[in-house]
Each structure stands twice: as structure tokens, then as C-alpha cells.
């Protein structure tokens, strides 16, 4: 039986039916998203442990991070496009069942190759998650809300960040069990949210009757406007590669991912490595990280909104300037100055992941709703091709000069290059 759209201006009751579906939408997406980061953001917190048992330099496990990034850059670039092909729900489903399933098999890694293949192949199906569910979203919500609803989808990302820390200490300082259980027992928690996605979600408001809130959208005189719903994979990359200030927002968002997995992989390595390891509570320090990025997301999308009018440069530029001047000043905080270093590391968290909501936003902003995954998968390919590239140039430098603070002088120099490209961003 053929389901029509309704209009979801037509009666009250009916608009806030379709309110209603738009938010449970959102909320589902940003639950299974929770978890998704428990399959990835972990390996910061395994390698003393890896060090210990199994002797890698720290430059080695560098690469073996920097494996996964670009792996999961590849799968960003091609899944995307899937997402718009397929739809989020069975995309970010099979993500978090095959993500769950490598990271059990790289629990029982003893080589260095295993190790990064595994970590590898774990992040192409991490890909599976972020873009599909951007698309997705973009589905349900108009342009005018976009910056609001990315900053939420952001803000489950990072609480996804604090659900990571936080089990990678109860395993490490309250279940006192060694690194391989920290890529054993929080991907559960993904599986679960991943399977329960499955049955919550649906792909556009017409699965469910309603009507797409872009038929009326003003976007329909801007980058959706003569778009072929059933355009190839090809037309759609070619539509998104062309448009240079994606380009450039691929650039700033690739430096500022730079700076964000040198927070994540390395802040917990600095409290494990140092003084405050010892001290009551002195590995829970790192999660103000995390903390810092679910917030700054949340607000950088509003900033965006409702401060700029939906101008998205404004808004990343400044987030990324404050990231500059707070990753800086951390690198001088002493170990023993504990309050301090944790107010810093939110900061720190807070300014260099809050303009992700808008650089997300950017991509049904600049070539439409039709095209936002294959565009956000391209945004994220930039973002961790070049974050990547942070990783084994970390490891090397701590290897060479073991004072782990150096961690936040190479962030603050990623987060400057970020800030000097987002000037080049219009809308």
C-alpha cells in the first residue's frame, strides 16, 4: 500500500506529530552515537599497557593510531556516499556490530602488524556511523534549525568521547584488568546501541507518512535546486569535489581534527605517564577533556545560529582562535596544579571540538540536502587524512623528548593552522 505524504502544515496536530518524530529521530541517532566512540577513542588508554607487555615505542603505536585515522578517512569518503545511497539506519547498524566484532579480535593482538591491521580495519567500520547518520539528519531537519541540530548530533559525539575515558578508567583504576579488556567490554555497550537504532529510526519522514520539511525549504533556491534525487555516485562526488570552499573547510576541519586526536590519543598517555597517575583520582583528570568537547559542540551550534545567523565561518573561527590561546597555555600548567589543569583541559576540549557543528553544518549548507553524506564523508576524509598525520609525529617527539606536556605545543600549532584556514570559509 502506497503511504502519501502529509503535510505537516496542515493541522496542528499533525505539525506536532511530525515535531514529535523529528526529535525522537535526533535523539535516537544521538544515542547510538553514544557508543560509538567506545570502539575507537579507547587506544589512548591501552598503550602503557601495550608498552608494557608487548615493547612498542611509542612512535610505533603512533602509526598504529595514525592506521585507523586513515583508514577510517577512506571509509568516510566512500561511505557517505552509501548513506545517500542506502539511508543511516542500516549504514550506522552494520557499523556498530562490525566495529564491535574487530575490536574483540584485536583484543588478542600480540604483533605489531596484527595490531595495525586490526586497528585499521576497525576504522573503516567506524566510517559506517558519522556520515550516514549526518544524512540521515539532514532528512529530517530544515536549513534554519541545521546549526542546532549538529551542535546535538556533535554533543553525543563528545559524550561519546566521555563514555570511552570513563570505562577505559573503571577497566584500568576500579576493575584494575589489563588493556585488552578495554577493547573487550565498552564495545558492548556500541552493539547495543547499534541493534537498538535498527528498530527506532527510519531513513526520511515519508517512511512514516510525513512530509520532507525541504519541499518549502528556501534551500530549494540554492544547492538542492535542480538536483536529481536519483543522480549516480559519480554526479555526486563530482558536485561535491568542485565546490571549493568545502575544500577549504576540509582543511580546517582536517588541521582541528589534528588537534583533537592529539588531545584524545596522547592527554591520557600525560596523566598515565606522569606524577598525577599516582595521586587519588589522578587519571579521572583526563576526562575534563571530553567533557569540554560534548559542551563546545552544543554551543558552537547555537553560537552559529543565533549569534552569526547561520554565517558558520564566524563561528568556527572563533572557537578556533580560543583553542590556539587554551591548548597554549596548558602546556605551561604544572603537574601538581590539579584544579587548574583541569579547567584547561575543558577549555582545551571545549574550543578545539566545538566547531565541528558548524563545519558539519556546512555540507547540506553549501551543496544540499541531497548530497549532505557524500559531503560529509569527503569533509571527514580531509579531517582525519591530515589528523592522521599528528600521530606518529607525537610519538616520535616523546620518544625523542620524553616531557609529555610537548603534546599541547603541537595541538596549539594544529589549532593556529586550523584558525588561519577557517578565515578562507564563506557560506
Known sequence: MTTHPIDIGVTPTVAQSFRRAQWKMLFATMFCYLFFYTGRQTFGFAIPGIQAELGFSKAQLGWVSATMLWCYAIGQAINGNLGDKYGGRRMMTAGAVFSCATNWVLSFSTGLFSLGAL?????????????????????????????????????????AAIMSFLTSVIIIDVMHLDWRWIFRIPVLLMLF??????????????????????????????????????????????????????SVAGLTIGFA??????????????????????????????????????????????????VFGSHRGNAIGLYMLLAVVSTGAMYFVPHDQRMLGIAMLFLSGFFVFGPYASLYALCPDLVGVKRAGTATGILNFFSYALGGLIEPLIGWILDHYPDTSNVFLVVCVASALGFLTSLLIKR
Not at 576497525?122 to 556511523?129: E, R
Not at 583528570?285 to 569540554?292: T, W
Open 119 to 159: 586497528w585499521g580495519v576497525n576504522g573503516y567500520f567506524q566510517a559506517l556511523g558519522w556520515a550516514p547518520g549526518s544524512r540521515l539528519l539532514s532528512n529530517w531537519w530544515g536549513s534554519s534549525e541545521r546549526g542546532k541540530v549538529y551542535g546535538f548530533y556533535l554533543f553525543a559525539s563528545g559524550s
Open 193 to 246: 546501541g547499534g541493534i537498538t537504532y535498527f528498530f527506532i529510526v527510519r531513513d526520511k519522514p515519508e517512511d512514516l507518512g510525513f512530509k520532507s520539511p525541504h519541499d518549502d525549504d528556501a534551500l530549494q533556491a540554492g544547492p538542492d535546486a535542480g538536483v536529481d534525487s536519483g543522480e549516480s555516485s559519480f554526479q555526486r562526488y563530482k558536485a561535491v569535489l568542485k565546490n571549493w570552499r568545502l
Open 257 to 306: 581534527n589534528a588537534a583533537r586526536y592529539g588531545l584524545i590519543v596522547w592527554v591520557p598517555v600525560h596523566f598515565l605517564g606522569s606524577g598525577l597517575a599516582t595521586a587519588p583520582g589522578g587519571r579521572w583528570i583526563s576526562i575534563a577533556l571530553p567533557c569540554g568537547m560534548a559542551i563546545g559542540a552544543i554551543t558552537n551550534g547555537w553560537v552559529s545560529d543565533r
